[in-house]
């Protein structure tokens, strides 16, 4: 027996130094791949719930009867009474809140906010508006969802604000003093096929960043058409959306096809007289019309008929984690051309007459986006064939002349450090067969950034920055400079400074007299 | 005959601590990752943010679905439920476990009824101005960082392993840490205490987990508290509504699902 011991001591001691030697090697740099298939892992995986974790049981691959579904040494049961969360009324469900899981569903919701939006002209410090605003939006399920974090069969959406702006009203008659108003009403249908959207909707089906090409669905809000220095407002149409999921291979992740339909089409209106966004060549028509050289007629929007219905179609994919899109859309130019015409008057001259009218056209294009490390790059590229475009002068009839239009943008957005965001855009637009005519409103290239700068201050509280557009081929700029900051969760206040410059008949410095500060206060709830 | 069972009882007793000593700090965190091995999960959270006398409160729905030959690619649909101002906010992640591969995302704005592509490039912002940053709610790969056993110690009366985790050095500068010290429960591999410490290697800020449950069969943390003392502000969140493994629909995580 001496003898078995004194051969087993040796083979016991190399075991405690090959023990001894694995305890001190605890340090394990990871391998410079990742190990998807880990052994380990995979095993743990595996565990069915019957399986304790405890130990090296499941190695022994012996089954244990189920653990209990409390632990031992927990922080916050083992202190009864001191438990930090029984003491926060503020983290129990709130009465009708919407639940994952196999919760029921809430079934309405109604939320909205309140606010004051105040914009001073800066040039006569006159208020160009005292926007006061009760906004309500509201989300009804009709249908839930029968299977748990599902979308829900069938829903409704529906949003609508009362506002009142003695300021904007007083300038001219195309705000009322008050306006009670339904915003996007719609209703989705989700079925395991198509999903379809019927009802007034905003819809963007471009890149959504600074200048958006082929963001053709929805018109301007003539009433605030510059939304922030380098995004415009737009108002929702009634629309009949069908989202189609299409089947996907290899790396295309995702990919689907969206057709629109828009049965009514709804184009920019025209700002009247005295409104601060009014444009200077329309203000020039008017002056001249009222002097009696020229008839102004009104604006021809389109028949509300179906045979002038908008169509649009996307196919979306996500490719090698590239995000792609073809783009087709045949609709009416959403600014008016001004045609001319010359019309006999009564004294046997002919006089000229111009209508502002929208025709129709068609784009094509397609659009990328695709994240990288920390940065984001976007671009669009849209082709509009025989777009009309006006002529200077008045002489020349009908005024515009069809021409094909190339318009494109890349983009390039990124957060440094914390949370420094910026984002910056180059757009240009050429004109096809420039030089086969003369005196076109347009310059055979035209080109500009948009930008946006800001960072987040006073434990993220207060967000300042700056954002516009600016042409470099003499079409003006915006330039806004802003400031936003969470007094609480509900109450926003917000500051800012608009600037708008350039030449008298570019795009922006047409409003060269804009320049304003805009003081806003909103309470959500 | 009892001096040799007395050696065969030591040897014994030195194989069973081989055994132990045989996780590695990274094979312990293996262990953790693989707590939840559920196919998916749909969750509700509240964060309630205390700033002095001043709360936030933050309420989400939370869906994730695993993909991948090991279920190691994630794709994480997340809708803010509060604020106000914020209802109907979603972002949508497809993280992927190779450490090479950019994860995609986008975030879903409903004033403007649009979807655009982000990057990860904020990662070490604070989330939704809690004490939480990006980086602390997104599913981090084992081999993101080195990850060292430093021993053993007692936290609320449950053993745990202490285990140090430092960013790989090509990933430093991602990150708003120089490490991360994680105490592991023995019994249930979740962690229980995890302290971050800053770029300098001073402590940071705090996080507590508890309220362990088991779900469907899988341990869950439902309650933690991140605390930054140097702020004395802290974040309790909490998660409820847990369910797994309910066979969620793959169209949930597409950027076509991102709407009303």
Redesign the interface.
């Given at each position: 027996m001496r003898s078995l011991a004194g051969r087993c001591l040796p083979i016991l001691l190399l075991l405690w130094l090959l023990n001894a030697v694995a305890a001190h090697a605890q340090t394990q740099a990871p391998p410079s791949k990742p190990l998807p298939g880990d052994p380990l892992a995979s095993e743990l995986r595996n565990i069915p719930s019957g399986y304790s974790l405890q130990g090296n049981n499941f190695f022994a691959g012996k089954k244990q009867a189920p653990p209990p579904a409390q632990v031992q040494g927990d922080p916050f049961t083992t202190a009864p009474g001191k438990d930090p969360f029984a003491a926060q009324s503020l983290l129990a469900p709130k009465p009708g809140e919407k639940k994952a899981g196999n919760a029921p569903a809430e079934l309405f919701s109604l939320h909205g906010y309140v606010e004051s939006r105040d914009r001073l002209r800066i040039k006569d410090q006159e208020a160009i508006s005292l926007r006061q605003r009760l906004w309500l939006e509201s989300e009804a399920v009709l249908y839930p969802a029968e299977e748990p974090g599902g979308n829900h069969r069938l829903r409704l959406f529906a949003s609508g604000a009362l506002d009142s702006d003695p300021a904007a009203s007083g300038l001219s008659d195309d705000v009322p003093l008050w306006d009670f108003y339904a915003e996007e009403v719609f209703l989705t249908i989700d079925t395991d096929g198509v999903d379809l959207i019927l009802g007034r909707k905003l819809l963007r089906i471009g890149t959504g960043d600074g200048i958006n090409p082929l963001d053709l669905i929805n018109p301007l809000d003539h009433r605030d058409p510059l939304a922030t220095g380098r995004a415009d407002s737009r108002l929702p149409v009634l629309l009949g959306l069908g989202i189609l999921p299409l089947p996907t291979f290899g790396n295309l992740q995702e990919a689907s096809i969206e057709a629109v339909m828009i049965p009514f089409p709804q184009v920019n209106q025209l700002n009247a007289p005295g409104s601060p966004w009014e444009g200077r060549g329309l203000k020039l028509l008017r002056q001249t019309a009222a002097q009696g050289r020229l008839i102004l007629d009104d604006q021809e929007k389109p028949s509300q008929s179906l045979q002038n219905a908008e169509f649009a179609a996307r196919l979306a994919g996500t490719l090698y984690g590239w995000d792609l899109a073809l783009i087709g859309y045949y609709g009416h130019l959403k600014s008016p051309v001004f045609s001319r015409s010359l019309s006999a008057s009564a004294q046997g001259e002919d006089k000229l007459r111009i209508t502002p009218i929208h025709p129709s056209f068609a784009a094509v294009g397609f659009n990328f986006a695709k994240g990288l490390e920390r940065s984001t790059i976007r671009g669009e590229l849209s082709l509009k064939p025989d777009l009309p475009v006006m002529l200077q002068g008045m002489t020349s009839l009908p005024g515009y002349v069809r021409r094909s239009v190339w318009e494109g943008v890349v983009g390039w957005d990124r957060t440094f450090g914390t949370n420094l965001y910026v984002n910056l855009q180059y757009f240009c637009t050429a004109l096809g067969d420039a030089g086969e005519v003369d005196g076109l409103v347009m310059d055979s290239i035209e080109h500009g950034l948009s930008y946006e700068i800001n960072d987040l201050f006073w434990d993220d509280a207060l967000k300042s920055g700056m954002r516009g557009i600016s042409s470099l081929s003499g079409e003006g700029f915006t330039c806004e400079l802003y400031a936003e900051y969470d007094l609480t969760d509900n109450i926003l206040l917000a500051a800012s400074l608009m600037l708008l410059g350039g030449p008298e008949s570019g795009q922006y410095g047409q409003f060269d007299d804009n320049d304003s500060i805009t003081i806003r206060v909103r309470y959500s709830f | 005959?009892r001096?040799?069972a007395s050696?065969?009882m030591?040897?014994i007793l030195?194989?069973a601590?081989?055994?132990q000593?045989?996780d590695?700090?990274?094979?312990i965190m293996?262990?953790v990752?693989?707590?939840d091995?559920s196919r998916d999960a749909?969750?509700?959270s509240?964060m309630?943010i205390e700033?002095g006398d001043?709360?936030?409160?933050r309420?989400m729905?939370?869906?994730t679905k695993n993909y991948?030959?090991?279920?190691?690619d994630e794709r994480t649909l997340i809708r803010f439920?509060?604020?106000?101002?914020v209802?109907g906010t979603a972002y949508l992640t497809?993280s992927y476990?190779?450490?090479e591969?950019?994860?995609?995302?986008w975030m879903f704005l409903p004033a403007?009824?649009?979807?655009?592509?982000?990057?990860?490039?904020?990662k070490?912002?604070?989330f939704m101005?809690s004490d939480l940053a990006n980086e602390d709610i997104e599913d981090r790969?084992?081999?993101d960082?080195?990850?060292?056993?430093k021993g053993s110690a007692e936290?609320?009366?449950?053993d745990c392993y202490v285990i140090e985790s430092v960013p790989?050095p090509e990933l430093k500068r991602?990150t708003?840490y120089s490490k991360r010290v994680q105490y592991i429960?023995?019994?249930?591999?979740l962690p229980?205490?995890v302290e971050y410490y800053d770029k300098r290697g001073k402590l940071l800020k705090i996080g507590?987990?508890?309220?362990?449950?088991?779900i469907?069969?899988?341990?869950t943390i439902t309650?933690s508290?991140i605390e930054t003392p140097r702020?004395k502000?802290r974040t309790?969140y909490?998660r409820?509504?847990?369910?797994y493994n309910?066979?969620?629909?793959d169209?949930?995580f597409?950027?076509?699902?991102l709407?009303?």
């Open positions: - | 005959m001096k040799s050696i065969l030591l040897a030195l194989l601590g081989n055994a000593a045989a590695t700090g990274r094979e293996l262990k990752d693989a707590v091995n749909v969750m509700s509240v309630v700033r001043a709360k936030l409160i309420r729905e939370h869906m991948g030959d090991a279920l190691k439920v509060e604020p106000a101002d209802r497809w476990d190779d450490p591969r950019e994860d995609d995302m403007e009824s649009l979807v655009r592509r982000i990057s990860g490039g904020g070490k912002g604070a101005r790969a084992i081999d960082d080195i990850h060292t056993l936290q609320h009366g449950a790989r991602d708003n429960r023995k019994d249930i591999y229980c205490r507590t987990h508890g309220g362990f449950k088991r469907d069969g899988i341990w309650k508290i702020r502000t309790l909490q409820s509504e847990i369910t309910q066979g969620l629909d169209g949930l597409l950027q076509s699902n709407k009303r």
